[in-house]
């Protein structure tokens, strides 16, 4: 739609204005194309014709429709230009008395000259995590949208305040910096934020003075570098400071002040610090009283002195540095009033006597002869000769204030560098938030060199807003898929050019200051000729002083008069001479030699845009311009480094005067402050933007019912506007929102008006037509009736005569008689059958009554009878139903015990699976050695047969030997003495190995080998005395094959009675489960048999290969072809070592020396006998403990016959039960036989190697000769078992060295010892869990039949106590306390359980009379309850738990504390229980503490949970359907959690969370008192939080906004009815917020209604009241705005009402919380302790 169809009759425009700017005036009559006028009608009723060119139309700007006026964000607005953004402020600040408005990315900020309660702590909270958007604009929003971008997107962020002095730019930063210093504490004790903020108070006082603009201007910038830490916490903060306004120190205009500090220290002049400084009141120096008035209205200067000393005290300065810096500045006031005479016209003077110049150099230790002559005089060289040339009383001022200047802008810089030095705290920098208080765009009646370089700073920093705008709008047409359009925006980098260019202004300015004769005069005459030329360059035409810089603000003409001097900043050098001579080591370092160096910072690095000029001497320093166009550029550099967020002050009015509203100001301000640009920049593109709930919300009255699509909004809202608006250049669909052109918005808006318009018209036809009709209708009734009675009269008067009156009084006459005659005789009639019927009547009703108590009295016997019968049968019902029930509790008892116990077994079986792989290893060892015996055998009957040869050939030598028989024999003895020596230290060296193995036995298999291959070397060969030992390892591979299969047995019976239990409880439904398991433990074992029998071939093949390695060329090859056949049969495990003995068989060859080791066995075996006696006893041992375990399992069974004789149920268990004994009948006569088959193996074993051994003994003799050679065959074999161990984990014991036999036996038989011991242990543990599973169905029996007769009588014995040892106490503490869960069946069952049994034992001790017991005991409780709250406080069902079990420990403690005021409600048996010993009085208030305690955390943790879906089910929501209260905004959040879904919460959701609490509470059976305070809290919770986001939330101000909250809050009190809460008052919490939901409804426009307000709304304090009147905002534009003479009406109404000033409720208030005391009616006689609880100690007295 064109923009010129627009101009329609009842629309607006806005007008030019010299007054107002513009004016507001009415459409009469609809604008044509080719009209040359249109015709207005101004709000004053003066009509109005504006000129129009027809061929070129010029009409005015539009107004927006009211329902858009007052928008938070100016860029939300159809219309955006000039006069909608002037009269959006004016009603936002005039009306509705709002300071912040939003404009795109920009918060305008306009000063209200007045204290605001809008800056609390409770205002900051209420900010702190909420979107930019969410929340009307404020300040806060904006720090909290920096705040919260740098810690989302790590970047770092800049706060840019600027405007006009006395636009609040100072009080803005200060609240931005307040802000991060409340939402994010350090945490540490040099509360670094504090520091941050005291900072101000120096700054202020010593950069700040009195303007005719403002009594606070700051008069200097100042970028704050607030750091933080990785957690976001403030560290640190440095301050840059930029263009102090030196002049100000020696001049000041009318009405204006010097800075604050001169007359805070004027002041205190009579105070004892400033006693020695000499000062006097600021009227008597004359640095402070050239503006007149020395005083500001409303400030006292002695009060902020001591402010400012306080501050200087916590950033840490000294008072040393604070006398300095005093000392420094009284001086420069002294200096001020030196008295400088003329003496002729080229001279001047000063007088040595003048008392200020004494006290000026006393002060600073400065000589004053050389201060008199340089004040006075200047030092000029010449090439040849130096002249002292006097200077004129002008020059010698101008010098002396120069001085001062100088003295003042040193010391300004050493301040706030110590102030930085203060704020700096160890730690790293993560990131950083710049806050710049910089002066805004300035242009006077008479501009200088200040004025210049500020709108230079405002060129460069416009420069970047435009761009990052640009940027911004850029980035959200991307995000949109929008086609991004390039946007003509105003640059300034033209000026920006002029000034700091080549050739610039700046540039002439600093070479003009190079030559001494260089004028303002002659450098104005360069600008002239140079920049002549450039189009924002002109020349004024009445004037030749000056020159004009068209800025992006406005024109400004600057004065040249005082450029060079001010941009020199020149002191002579003598004087710098004098002052670095100085004393005053503080004074003296000010004028120091400093070096050239470049402004650097810690992150940034400036490079210069030209080369600097290296001053030729000390004269040529570097100017003041460019020392500030290089801080500008260090600034900039810093800006774009960050991510900007803007705030521009405004300043309503000269006058300072609180609300007033200026336009002309106004406009001025949004021009220089480029608020406008901001708006012309967004109006060329989409300024309007919409998402497509708010379209639809919005503008569903304008769809039609083929339309109205629910499902796909999107493509409803597409169709709609298509069909709206038919030029599609006017919007475009993005991704989320939709894009307007200006003006289209409006457009719908009349549209969606104008449809509304004609529905109202349509239902008032019909309304006022059906009003016309009922009204018609009845008085065509009246009408009627009033006719029939009109017509009777007269048909009456017509009918009757006196004839007929006689004939009608006679036929009244004749019927009268008549009718008593007739009445008479039916009366008699009537009468006689009434009789009759009466007698027969009562004849029946008589024999009635009879038959029916002969029937009632048949009937009472049948009952009788009846009832006795059914009473019986109940009785056996309830009988068999009882003993169901038990038996069903003990079985699932049981079943959970048996779990537990399975959980173990399944443990030991694995351990016995291990055991019996071990123990088969050993077996296939000793079936080699076995094989290696044999093969001895066969060696010893050759040996024999050799021996008889030998025996025959030494007859023969008889002869010749019997002379060396004596020899033979001596050398037998000394052999047999030293075989004796080596035996002994042999057996040493065993017993010392034994013990360390034993030590050793759980390291490494690899350390054992290592140990063991040290030992063999002072052993005897081992191989003979394996050979020996095979028969003996045989019969304990039998033994330990038969103890396995015995183990395996009884564990299988066990696991066997284990099922049948479990099958009483499943009814026989678990053994297809355990065969099928039984199924895939067989696979399983099969498939490891498999894999063994693989990685025996593997291993085979390998001893084949080392076989071969080893004897290939030293045995012949019949025996190396048999020692690899038989490697060749190693195919199953046990036959990888009888392989590996074929290794040891070819080492005996090479040795051939096995007679030597016979001799040994005889000294071993009765060692080995020992041994074999010792494995026979453990045997003996674990066959004793298996019968016992059979016992045992016979009783389980025993128990289960019993169980299974109980259940009726159940009987075929029985069968079941007896196939069980009998397979474990033929279990046990298995296990005996085994038993006897290993006792007649191990006698055989026994004899066969004493046989062995003494045949083979004489082989000993020949180990000794080879057994080096033995030894390293032995390390070769070894490193070769190694290798197959690593290739086979699962072989890896198979694969054990066999270096010698005896030790390995020693070691088998020591590790079965050791699982002997364990399977001993196991066998006890399971004997004890079966002990255990007894006496808990024991202990069930007794709780079912305690159960049964707790109607009856209680037994006399039990007395309501628990008996447990001192030593016990901490279990107690653990089990009831520490590892009690709140979610347990048993704890639930009986609410406070653990409360009661905690008390019996309180009460077993006082009845012990042991103090100690009883205070260590309570001690315990308190420090336990301490514990869990503190480690779990964050659990509500814990909480929740604990609260209502303190809550009741606390009644038992004061109901049986036998006080009088708690007995009256307990039992006489209560009573008679009470505590007799001690008074618990102080423990209860401990108690009660930890229970306050624990109410409070329990809340908090509640209102955590609560507070997120208040403000979305509250406010939010819409409750009410078809009365949406929904209004499009249009402002643009910049946080990317904008697009998530917020609108998750409805008032079902906050219901629902209050059930859970509830439930939660009433299920740990928490007092009703208890429950009622905590539901009060949380709905005051409720009320608060909705009213404060009411009052910071504009659009939530509506009537139908007002409707949905009332709709919600009888939601609330409807749950409170559900869940019999009302006497809980928590419906009165919400009073302020259904008075606020009220006033938001009601009328607001007559003096009547304010009256009503004024008297209704007594929960709300005026100021509240206030605020929502004037954040009233209609939805629609049938309703209207409140007027402002309203507002004030009901504030002087208001007046006298008493209250809290306080806009925001305090959502942290807590009510105070008591605990009534209820007496319990639970009898602690009949309370039984679970054993679910583990309080197995505890015994009943």
Not at 282 to 301: H, W
Not at 369 to 374: D, G, H, K, T, V
Not at 522 to 529: A, G, R, V
Not at 1587 to 1614: A, F, P, T, V
């Amino acid at each position: 739609m064109a923009l010129s169809e627009l101009y329609t009759r009842y629309n607006k425009v806005w007008i030019p204005d010299a007054e107002h700017v513009w004016k507001s005036a009415e459409i009469t009559r609809d604008f044509q194309a080719g009209d040359i006028v249109l015709e207005l009608l101004f709000e004053d009723g003066i009509k109005y014709c504006y000129p129009v060119d027809p061929s070129k139309p010029q009409l005015p700007p539009l107004r927006n429709p009211d329902i858009l006026v007052g928008e938070n964000d100016l860029t939300a607005l159809s219309y955006l230009h000039e006069p909608a953004v002037l009269h959006n402020l004016k009603v936002r600040f005039v009306e509705s008395r709002i300071i912040y408005t939003y404009c795109g990315i920009i918060l305008v900020a306009v000063n209200p000259y007045k204290e605001l309660p809008i800056y609390g702590d409770a205002i900051i909270h209420a900010y702190s995590g909420q979107n930019m958007g969410d929340m009307d604009p404020h300040i806060f929003a904006v720090a909290e949208e920096a705040y919260k971008q740098m810690a989302r997107n790590h970047k770092n962020q800049s706060i840019i305040v600027s405007g006009e002095s006395g636009a609040g730019k100072t009080v803005s930063a200060r609240y931005a910096m307040r802000y991060f210093a409340v939402v994010s504490k350090s945490g540490s004790k040099t509360r670094v934020e504090d520091k941050v903020l005291a900072s101000n108070p120096i700054t202020e006082a010593i950069g700040n003075a009195k303007t005719t603009r403002n009594d606070n201007s700051s008069r200097f910038g100042k970028y704050t570098e607030i750091s933080f830490d990785r957690r976001y916490r403030i560290i640190g903060a440095n301050m840059r400071t930029y263009l102090l306004e030196k002049s100000r120190v020696v001049f000041q205009t009318d009405d204006e002040r010097n800075y604050h500090i001169f007359y805070q220290m004027c002041s205190c002049a009579d105070s004892p610090e400033f006693k020695n400084l000499r000062l006097l009141s600021a009227d008597k120096f004359r640095y402070t009283c050239m503006g007149g008035d020395t005083s500001i209205e409303g400030v006292n200067d002695r009060k902020d002195m001591e402010e400012t000393r306080q501050t200087f005290t916590m950033l840490g300065l000294t008072e040393d540095f604070q006398s300095d810096v005093f000392k420094a500045l009284a001086a420069i006031l002294h200096l001020g009033n030196v008295e400088i005479r003329k003496l002729g016209d080229d001279k001047s003077s000063v007088s040595p006597r003048d008392p200020h110049l004494m006290v000026f150099c006393e002060l600073l230790a400065v000589n004053t002869e050389e201060l008199l002559r340089w004040l006075c005089n200047r030092r000029i060289v010449l090439v040849a000769e130096t002249v002292v040339k006097p200077v004129s009383v002008e020059r010698a001022a101008t010098a002396r204030d120069a001085l001062a200047k100088q003295i003042y802008a040193h010391l300004f810089d050493c301040i706030i560098n110590r102030i930085n030095t203060a704020l700096q705290v160890p730690g790293k920098q993560h990131a950083f938030i710049g806050v710049l208080d910089i002066y805004g765009f300035e242009t006077f009646d008479i501009n200088s060199f200040e004025q210049f370089c500020i709108n230079y700073a405002n060129e460069k920093l416009q420069q970047q807003f435009n761009m990052h705008v640009f940027k911004l709008e850029q980035e959200e047409y991307m995000k949109e898929d929008i086609p991004w359009t390039l946007i003509d925006f105003y640059d300034n980098q033209p000026v920006i050019d002029l000034i700091e260019a080549k050739m610039g202004i700046l540039d002439l300015l600093d070479e003009e200051c190079l030559f001494p004769q260089g004028t303002d005069q002659s450098w104005l005459q360069k600008l002239y000729n140079y920049l002549d030329a450039n189009p924002m360059f002109e020349k004024p035409r009445l004037s030749n002083e000056a020159f004009v810089i068209q800025h992006f603000a406005d024109k400004v003409e600057y004065q040249c008069k005082g450029f060079l001097e001010k941009n020199r900043d020149a002191l002579y050098e003598e004087l710098v001479d004098t002052m670095r001579a100085s004393k005053f080591s503080f004074l003296a370092n000010f004028f120091q030699e400093e070096q050239q160096n470049t402004v650097s910072s810690k992150a940034v690095k400036v490079k210069p845009a030209r080369p600097s000029v290296k001053p030729a001497n000390k004269q040529l320093r570097t100017s003041v311009g460019d020392k500030f166009r290089s801080s500008l550029s260090l600034l900039m550099e810093t800006l774009n480094a960050t991510i900007p967020h803007y705030v521009r002050c405004v300043k309503p009015n000269d006058e300072k005067l609180p609300f007033e509203y200026d336009s002309r100001r106004v406009v001025q301000q949004l021009r220089a402050c480029g608020v406008l640009e901001t708006i012309r920049i967004s109006a060329q593109s989409y300024p309007s933007r919409w998402t497509y709930i708010e379209f639809y919300s919005r503008y569903s009255v304008l769809m039609s019912n083929l339309e109205a699509d629910v499902s796909d909004k999107k493509q409803t809202c597409k169709n709609v506007l298509q069909r709206l608006i038919q030029d599609p250049n006017q919007y475009k669909f993005g991704r989320t929102k939709i894009f307007f052109r200006a003006g289209q918005v409006a457009y719908l808006e009349k549209l969606r008006l104008d449809r509304l318009r004609g529905a109202c018209v349509t239902i008032q036809k019909h309304v006022r037509g059906w009003s016309q009709r009922r009204k018609y209708q009845k008085v065509r009734e009246a009408a009627i009736i009033l006719q029939q009675y009109i017509r009777g009269k007269r048909t009456i008067r017509k009918t009757v005569s006196a004839v007929a009156l006689k004939q009608g009084w006679a036929a009244m006459v004749i019927q009268t008689y008549w009718r008593c005659y007739h009445m008479k005789q039916i009366y008699l009639v009537v009468r006689l059958a009434s009789v009759t019927i009466q007698a027969f009547t009562r004849g029946w009703m008589a024999r009635k009554r009879y038959r029916k108590m002969v029937e009632e009295h048949k009937a009472l016997v049948l009952q009788k009878y009846a009832r006795a019968w059914l009473a019986r049968r109940r009785f056996q019902t309830m009988r068999r139903l009882v003993l169901n029930v038990q038996l069903s509790y003990r079985v699932q008892q049981l079943r959970k015990k048996i779990e537990e116990q399975n959980k173990d077994n399944r443990g030991l079986m694995e351990r016995l699976t291990t055991l019996a792989n071990s123990h088969s290893q050993t077996v296939d060892r000793l079936q080699c050695l076995e094989t290696q015996l044999e093969k001895s055998n066969n060696q010893k009957a050759s040996l024999e047969a050799r021996e008889r040869k030998a025996k025959e050939d030494a007859s023969l030598m008889i002869t010749q030997l019997q002379n060396e028989v004596e020899e033979l024999k001596l050398e037998k003895q000394n052999l047999e003495k030293k075989f004796e020596a080596s035996f002994k230290e042999t057996q040493e060296s065993f017993d010392q190995i034994k013990r360390t193995l034993l030590e050793e036995k759980e390291n490494e298999v690899r350390h054992r080998k290592i140990a063991e291959n040290n030992i063999e070397i002072q052993r005897h060969d081992c191989e003979n005395e394996v050979e020996a030992l095979k028969e003996e390892i045989k019969r304990l591979k039998e033994e330990r094959v038969s103890l396995q299969r015995k183990i395996d047995e009884g564990e299988q019976v066990n696991s066997d009675l284990q099922e049948q239990v479990i099958q009483l409880s499943k009814h026989v439904k678990v053994i297809p489960e355990l065969r099928r398991d039984l199924n895939n433990l067989q696979n399983q074992k099969s498939n490891l048999d498999r894999k063994m029998k693989q990685q025996s071939e593997q291993a085979s093949a390998k001893i084949k290969e080392i076989s071969r390695q080893l004897l290939g060329g030293v045995v012949e090859e019949d025996v190396l072809l048999g020692l690899i056949e038989n490697s060749e049969k190693t195919n199953e495990p046990e036959d990888l070592l009888t392989t590996f003995g074929g290794l040891q068989e070819a080492t005996r060859i090479l040795e051939n020396h096995r007679r030597e080791q016979r001799d040994c066995y005889e000294s071993q075996v009765e060692g080995l006998r020992l041994k074999v006696d010792h494995l026979q006893n453990e045997n003996n041992k674990l066959q004793n403990l298996f019968q016992e375990k059979s016992n045992v399992n016979e009783n389980i069974r025993k128990e289960v016959s019993r169980l299974s004789s109980e259940n009726s149920v159940i009987p075929e268990l029985k069968l079941q039960v007896s196939e069980l004994q009998r397979q474990r009948q033929e279990l046990e006569d298995h296990v005996n036989e085994q038993n006897r088959q290993l006792a007649e193996q191990n006698k055989e074993v026994t004899n066969k190697l004493q046989s062995k051994i003494t045949e083979e003994s004489s082989q000993r003799r020949y180990f000794e000769e080879k057994a080096k050679d033995l030894e390293e065959a032995k390390e070769e074999l070894q490193g070769r078992v190694e290798e197959l161990e690593e290739e086979n984990d699962h072989l890896r014991r198979q694969q054990l060295m066999g270096g010698e036999a005896k030790r390995k036996l020693r070691e088998e038989t020591s590790r079965l010892t050791a699982e002997n011991m364990d399977f001993e242990e196991l066998l006890d543990q399971k004997d004890r869990l079966i002990k255990k599973l007894q006496s808990q169905i024991k202990s069930l029996e007794t709780f079912q039949k305690a159960r049964q007769s707790s109607m009856s009588a209680i037994p006399k014995e039990i007395h309501g106590m628990l008996e447990y040892r001192r030593e016990d106490e901490p279990r107690l503490i653990q089990n009831i306390i520490l590892d009690l869960k709140p979610k347990g069946v048993v704890v639930n069952m009986i609410p406070g359980l653990p409360a009661y049994i905690l008390f019996m034992c309180v009460r077993h001790a006082d009845y012990l009379n042991d103090e100690a017991k009883l205070k260590s005991l309570m001690n315990a409780i308190i420090c336990a309850v301490k514990k869990v709250i503190m480690v779990h406080h964050k659990d509500l069902e814990l909480l929740s738990f604990w609260l209502s079990n303190t809550y009741q420990l606390l009644n038992c403690l004061k109901q049986y504390s036998g006080e009088e005021e708690f007995l009256k409600q307990s039992t006489p048996r209560q009573k008679k229980n009470c505590l007799q010993n001690f008074d618990l009085s102080e423990h209860r208030q401990i108690l009660s503490d930890v229970a306050i305690h624990i109410y409070h955390q329990f809340i908090t943790v509640m209102q955590k949970t609560l507070t997120p879906a208040i403000v979305p089910g509250m406010l939010e929501h819409e409750s009410l359907q078809g009365i949406s209260s929904m209004k499009p905004t249009g402002f643009r959040k910049r946080s990317s959690s904008i697009y998530g879904d917020s609108g998750s919460y409805t008032i079902s959701s906050i219901l629902k969370q209050l059930s859970v609490f509830h439930s939660t509470m009433s299920h740990h059976g928490m007092d009703q008192g208890l429950i009622n305070q905590a539901i009060k809290q949380l709905f005051f919770l409720v009320g608060a939080t909705t009213l404060n986001h009411i009052m910071l939330r504009k659009d939530m101000c509506s009537c139908r906004k007002g409707m949905q909250i009332r709709c919600n809050i009888s939601y609330l009190e409807e749950w409170l009815k559900e869940k019999e809460l009302q006497t809980s008052n928590a419906i009165d919490t919400l009073r302020p917020l259904a008075q606020a939901a009220w006033l938001l409804q009601v009328n607001k426009s007559t003096d009547d209604d304010a009256k009503e307000i004024s008297e209704k709304c007594t929960e709300l304090n005026p100021v509240q009241i206030v605020k929502i009147l004037n954040s009233y905002t209609p939805i629609d534009d049938f309703e209207k705005r409140v007027a402002s003479s309203f507002v004030r009406k009901v504030q002087s109404l208001l007046q006298d009402h008493e209250g809290s000033t306080q806009l925001m409720l305090d959502t942290d208030y807590r009510f105070q919380v008591t605990f009534p005391f209820c007496s319990s009616s639970q009898a602690l006689e009949l309370l039984q302790v679970p054993s679910s609880l583990h309080l197995d100690f505890l015994t009943r007295i």
